[in-house]
């Protein structure tokens, strides 16, 4: 009886109900990926990429006061409805400097910069547990996963895209 598959350094492997290891099969680079799911029917996932981004609060907040479109550059309308309920301008610096961080290192994971995808292709709302989720225009079938902290002077999040099952 098979308890698990799993690959290891580009075996396909089966563990036995024994604990017994089985090597099905050692693959090519080529198609590494494509015969993984073939020969050991298990669908697999790959990350696309990761990105980071650190930004200091005091730079965000010098852009606020000197560009008052820089919010509607950076926001989407739904994260907009979310700044503008925080009554704290310190809190709402924090808010804008983490999405902007988020949108910056979720570009970096699709390899494309800002540029190609704009702040407002790229949105972070909240979850039910209030964590973050983002989504972007044209990056429906990928899961994300992101993070964002806070420090007296920083903003940094960190983005994971997974491509779609193989």
């Known amino acids: 009886m098979v308890l698990n598959n799993f690959f290891y350094k580009k075996y396909c492997c089966m563990i036995?109900?024994?604990?017994?290891i089985i090597i099905i099969r050692k693959f090519n680079s080529d198609d590494y990926y494509k015969l993984m799911k073939n020969e050991c029917g298990v669908k697999?996932?790959?990350?696309?990429?990761?990105?980071?981004?650190?930004?200091?609060?005091?730079?965000?907040?010098?852009s606020i006061e000197a560009n008052t479109r820089f919010v509607d550059r950076i926001l989407t309308k739904n994260e907009k409805d979310l700044f503008n309920q925080l009554e704290n301008h310190h809190r709402?610096?924090?808010?804008?400097?983490?999405r902007f961080a988020a949108k910056e290192a979720f570009a970096k994971a699709a390899g494309t910069g800002?540029?190609?995808?704009?702040?407002?292709?790229?949105?972070?709302?909240?979850?039910?547990?209030?964590?973050?989720?983002?989504?972007?225009l044209g990056y429906e079938t990928y899961?994300?996963?992101i993070s964002i902290t806070h420090s007296r002077d920083y903003a940094v999040?960190?983005?994971?895209?997974?491509v779609a099952e193989l």
């Open 16 to 20: 036995t109900k024994l604990g017994t």
């Open 44 to 62: 697999t996932k790959m990350i696309k990429g990761i990105g980071i981004d650190i930004i200091e609060l005091d730079r965000i907040k010098n």
């Open 92 to 98: 709402k610096v924090e808010f804008l400097a983490g």
């Open 114 to 136: 800002i540029g190609k995808l704009s702040f407002r292709h790229i949105e972070v709302l909240r979850g039910v547990n209030g964590a973050p989720i983002i989504t972007a």
């Open 143 to 145: 899961r994300s996963f």
């Open 157 to 162: 999040a960190q983005v994971v895209l997974e």
